[in-house]
């Protein structure tokens, strides 16, 4: 700490703290301060005020030599205290410096954070820390996996580690354990692309989780957009913290895997008017923030959590690029999920596709470059906007997995809508020059039921979480598979198994790009809890326990995404054209169960529940990113949703003289074997889908 009282004029820019080898440059933004003094705090926890006097363009700053990496800091900032107006600056609270690159420390709820109390709020509030941001990347490379080639998989750091045997105890639920050789043995044996890691900005716990003496798990309660969350390192010296997560980088894509962050840019933890003041709304509260029209002592709140960040105005939305760039420039991230991506697009009100966020984004030379996934919806009026974001963006399409959850569920409504989402979603994304990887195809995520729940309840169980079972969606209705949860009987588990097999074989074979959650490859349960953002715990985390139904989904997921991968037909770079070839096939056909094509009437036929989907992969590249040699192989997928067996006539010339049988989802794994001539009838058990791969001469 330095010994000096007065700071150096310093520089506007870069804004926060930045280390120059010998003192560190102080910035921080605020259209309403009349003072702001930055807070150095030595080990004791004693404190030394600087006031920061010079003033450019609404940025104050200043220079204090001697002050180095380690060192932790805060701000204080003075101004109009009025409620009323939306002002709410009070020296007496600590803030967090929006542009830190460390945070250490944790939000303890008391008085004294919030804005009316005139009390310091220093010892429950977090700090600031000074990194030394030097890292040797050495040859680190992005994998730059094409969009076609893409499969996502969503995972918790900390959950997705945190019972890997074969990783040290004290690396388990860590940046290190996440880059640990084993975890990334288990990505590469799936042979998925991506990582989606659910949100690593810094984030506290909510005040009313804390209440319940719980805490936040998810992570959607962001504090510091430029910091990497500290309770996922094994490291505790802050900028080691950094370092840890860039290595955990560097070792993910030697594997030939991009990373993926889910951000939280819609809104804060400090939540609604009664909130807590921990940086932004203490810094400058009418500009970070939405306030409510006619009314500024409130915010519109189009997130559900109390505040919405407002994208609108040039120093927010500079917050948010610049958050952006660093993640992807510094931290060597690849991509991006914006959580309620709706919200940063609202004008006035409405969802804009003209707005600031998506042309800022549009233009900018590196975020363009980066992969960019949309949660295209809010809680506010017309905030859902699946098919209607931009180009550059892909999207969470979650009518692809309302509708195959409702087709393998019910057996009901028909095979209409879900042939679009089989075949890339063209209504949602075929108008604007979009292409079929433009739609982010799931059936499970972070938030709602596991993939093993899906088929095994009836109802959420979410009473652990301590708000009386009233949070998550009730809304699994009949998509299991006899009597709910656990249970001896056999038969009714042969049944589950074989739904989950079901849907992760549509999931896998369908156009588009697809996100797998961690675990629903291995039957992972949450004992029918669909919303677990506070189980820090066994319920939460990933189960390496091998048994014969994991070993059953984990062969066979492998198996299709090595299958996805070698065969570009599944994989679509562009949308089907449905056209008659010379031969009188078709590069997409659509097959009713007595062999013919659906015609107009079976499009509408709601009782319909079986379908075939032939795919032509004949003249489609024969080499993938990397030279490795594809096939040209067509199939035909056949999908049976009813409950009884029902006899399905393969289509035969022109279409196939036979068809080898690639996948049985009646079978362990998936397993299928044999030939079958084509006119045969085949029968099919109930909710089958089987795979066949067409036979030349």
Known sequence: MTADTSAWPGRPFPLGASWDGRGTNFAVWSSSATGVDVCLFDAAGTEQRVPLIDRTFQIWHGYLPDVHPGQLYGFRVAGPYDPGNGQLHNPAKLLVDPYAKAI???????????????DDSAPYVPRSAIIDPAF???G?????IPWDDTVIYELHVRGFTKRRPDIPEDLRGTYAGLGHPAAIEHLKSLRISAVELLPVHQFVTEPSVQQR???????????????????????????????????????????????IL???????????????????????????YRLAPGDPSRYDDYTGCGNTFDARLPSSLRLIMDSLRYWAAEMHVDGFRFDLASALARSLHDVDRLSAFFDTIYQDPVISQAKLIAEPWDVGAGGYQVGNFPPLWTEWNGKYRDTVREFWGHGSGGVRDLAYRLSGSSDLYGDDGRLPFASINFVTAHDGFTLRDLVSYDHKHNDANGEDNRDGTDDNRSYNCGAEGETDDQAINTLRLRQARNLLVTLLLS??????????????????????YVQDNATSWLSWEPSDASADLLALTRRVIALRRASPVLRQRAFFEGSPEADGTKDLAWF???????????????????????????????RGPQGE?????????????????VWFRLPGSPWAASYEVVIDTTGPSGTGSGQLAGDAEVPLGPRTTLLLRVVRP
């Open 104 to 118: 250490v420390g944790d939000f303890t709820d008391h008085p004294a954070a919030y804005a009316a109390n005139p």
């Open 136 to 138: 040797d990347w050495g």
């Open 140 to 144: 680190d490379r992005r994998p730059d």
């Open 213 to 259: 003496g719980m805490r936040n798990y998810w992570g959607y309660n962001t504090l510091g957009f430029l910091a990497p969350h500290a309770g996922y390192a094994h490291a505790t010296d802050p900028g080691e913290v950094v370092r840890e997560f860039k290595s955990m980088v560097r070792s993910l894509h030697a594997a030939g895997i991009e990373v």
């Open 262 to 288: 889910d951000v939280v840019y819609n809104h804060t933890c400090e939540g609604g008017p009664g909130g807590p003041v921990l940086s932004l709304r203490g810094i400058d509260n009418r500009t970070y």
């Open 511 to 532: 156009t588009g790009a697809p996100m797998l959650v961690a675990g629903d490859e291995m039957w992972r349960t949450q004992g029918g809890n669909n919303n677990a």
């Open 592 to 622: 009713h169960p007595a062999g013919r094509e659906l015609s107009s009437p079976d499009w509408f036929d709601s009782d319909l529940r079986t379908l075939g989907m032939y795919l032509d992969g004949r003249g489609l590249r024969n």
């Open 629 to 645: 040699q594809l096939t040209d192989d067509s199939y035909l997928l056949i999908l049976h949703s009813g409950d009884d067996v």
